[in-house]
């Protein structure tokens, strides 16, 4: 065999360039990442907003407008917790992760790929969710602070979603139970959380238990964005709470970057 | 000469009472192709995982390429190819995009294309793992592990479930490697394969070494002839270097026709499965004996 020399040395920034690349191509190949992870909340919106879309919440409100937070917010918390941490107990299961670990790649090399995958699946899911909104459910884009806003809830509640998610996956035993365990989880803050029912509506013990996890919190900080001023007085709070949620997301990533970092490993529990 | 490519000493793995690897010792030199053959279970793939620094052992010295695996650096893995036991049915890459994306991560990779010419899978280029057969997916793991032209190569049971055609393929590939100067380190449970691949084979059973040899030093084991025969009522065996010599005298001694006679040359494989048959009868009794005292 001849030899061809690479005219590269590879970098940090190379490898992890070259990683994202494929991480994209994984979940865009992927049917289930693309039905289940990317496209379901842009069914449930159109679904929804097209049966309660005429209902009104609040002084000028609908329902849609209501529900178009809480599916950015719901897609952030699908993408970087759901899909990550399934998809990295398959890749355990399946000795994909062990493949990777036996490369150069440094291993912060290819979280930040992931990270960054989760943050471009993310940007381009939320686009399409306000431009439905926008489109179809007379939703407004935020202006002047709003995007200021928007940027740290997102980022916020991508980190705390994406540690969660490294997190989860090696507390999973293995891939088969990852659904099963995640899905039920994730539909029951989907309902707590101001996502599929509006926050007030639903009993108060119900409102302090979804007050613990993170989704009800990235919700209201959406709702901030998208809603108008006047509905900070109908939050159960009568307040945004933001101060409120950047601690409660960032205690959230805290603890997902403390047990991912003293749980992840490379290979299947049962291989040591 | 360097230092060599692989150093093990005294190692150990325990799992609970099972002693997977049980006092191993070895030194593979650069450049060389060793086999480590043994049947299922005894030790040859826990001994690769703890050189590629999967596992952790229980005890013992171990160094790949003047490094102790279990502090593998991203340095020392781009020295070192490995090809898993398993193979990933999975993954949306297509064989030349997966190769592609291998090559970037090293200095001086090969090139993809030939790699994919000197696996078989010019064809294939473009197809994702789940539409390759076994045996294509098995090719592709080999130009995976080799595409970073390293210096170190494990292949753990490289050929298990191939057809006899697609295991020649294989050998011709291995061979095509072994010439510049990469030390291959490979497990198989096929003695042919061993035979016809490597400068020297270890035979490892219940985690102990039983043999350590070159391929003819083990088919020298298997010099000695087995004369067969009945004798008063009882079936005798002698086992010698010169059976002629042997039978002469049996002849010579025995007037009537001899019942049963028989003078067998021992294959390779009857030196293997005596070999491994011995460690598994030894072990067995050690047992025996640990139960006894407990």
Do not use: C
């Not at chain 1, 029912?197 to 919190?217: E, N, R, S």
């Not at chain 2, 002629?244 to 009537?256: H, I, N, S, V």
């Amino acid at each position: 065999m001849t030899t061809t020399r690479a005219s590269s040395v590879p970098t940090w920034m190379s490898m992890t360039r070259g990683r994202f690349v494929v991480e994209v191509k994984e979940f865009t190949r992927t049917r289930e990442q693309m039905v289940f992870i990317f496209f379901f909340p842009m069914m449930l919106l159109l679904l929804f907003g097209s049966v309660f879309g005429g209902q009104e919440i609040a002084d000028g409100v609908s329902f849609a407008q209501y529900f178009l937070p809480g599916m950015i917010a719901s897609g952030i918390l699908n993408t970087g917790f759901q899909s990550l941490a399934i998809s990295i107990a398959i890749d355990r299961d399946s000795d994909a992760l062990k493949r990777v670990h036996a490369t150069p790649l440094p291993a912060t090399a290819f979280f930040a790929a992931k990270v960054t995958q989760v943050l471009a699946v993310s940007v381009v899911q939320i686009a399409a969710l306000v431009a439905i909104g926008v489109a179809l459910y007379d939703a407004e884009l935020p202006t002047g602070s709003g995007w200021w806003t928007f940027t740290w809830v997102f980022l916020l509640g991508t980190a705390a979603s994406t540690t969660l998610g490294i997190a989860m996956s090696s507390l999973l035993r293995n891939a088969k139970a990852a659904s099963a365990i995640l899905t039920p989880l994730v539909l029951f803050l989907q309902f707590t959380s101001g996502v599929f029912l509006v926050y007030t509506q639903i009993p108060t013990f119900l409102q302090h238990v979804a007050a613990v996890f993170p989704l009800k919190w990235l919700a209201q900080g959406m709702r901030s964005v998208f809603l108008p001023e006047s509905f900070e007085a109908a939050e159960a709070s009568g307040s945004w709470q933001h101060p409120a949620t950047a601690i409660v997301l960032a205690l959230w990533m805290v603890l997902g970057l403390i047990v991912s970092v003293r749980t992840f490993r490379w290979t299947r529990h049962d291989d040591n | 000469m360097t230092e060599p490519a692989i150093t093990i000493a005294g190692l150990h793995k325990h799992y609970g009472d099972l002693h997977a690897v049980d006092g191993l010792d070895l030194e593979i030199p650069r450049g060389e192709v060793f086999a480590l053959l043994g049947p299922n279970g005894a030790g040859k793939s826990t001994t690769v995982e703890i050189l590629e620094g999967f596992r952790k052992r229980t005890a013992g010295d171990v160094s790949v390429l003047g490094v102790d695996p279990h502090h593998a650096t991203k340095q020392w893995r781009s020295r070192v190819g490995i090809m898993l036991q398993g193979t990933a049915e999975r993954g949306s890459l297509t064989a030349s995009e997966a190769l592609r994306y291998a090559a970037s991560l090293y200095t001086s990779p090969r090139g993809v294309d030939e790699m994919l010419e000197a696996v078989g899978l010019t064809e294939k280029a473009g197809s994702k793992p789940a539409t390759l057969s076994g045996g294509q997916r098995r090719r592709l793991d080999v130009a995976l592990a080799l595409i970073g032209r390293p210096e170190m190569v494990f292949l753990d049971e490289p050929t298990t479930g191939f057809d006899p055609e697609a295991r020649r393929q294989f050998w011709t590939l291995i061979e095509s490697v072994r010439g510049d100067g990469t030390t291959i380190l490979l497990t198989t449970h096929y003695l042919d394969e061993a035979d016809h691949l490597a400068d020297r084979i270890g035979i490892i059973a219940a985690g102990r070494m039983v043999a350590l040899d070159t391929p003819a030093g083990l088919r020298a084991r298997a010099a000695d002839a087995r004369v067969t025969w009945t004798e008063d009522g009882v079936t005798r065996t002698e086992e010698t270097a010169t059976p002629t010599a042997f039978l002469r005298e049996l002849l010579a001694r025995t007037p009537e026709e001899i019942a049963g006679l028989e003078v067998v040359h021992p294959s390779l494989e009857d030196v293997y499965l005596r070999l491994i048959g011995d460690a598994a009868n030894v072990s067995a009794g050690e047992d025996a004996t640990q139960e006894g005292s407990a």
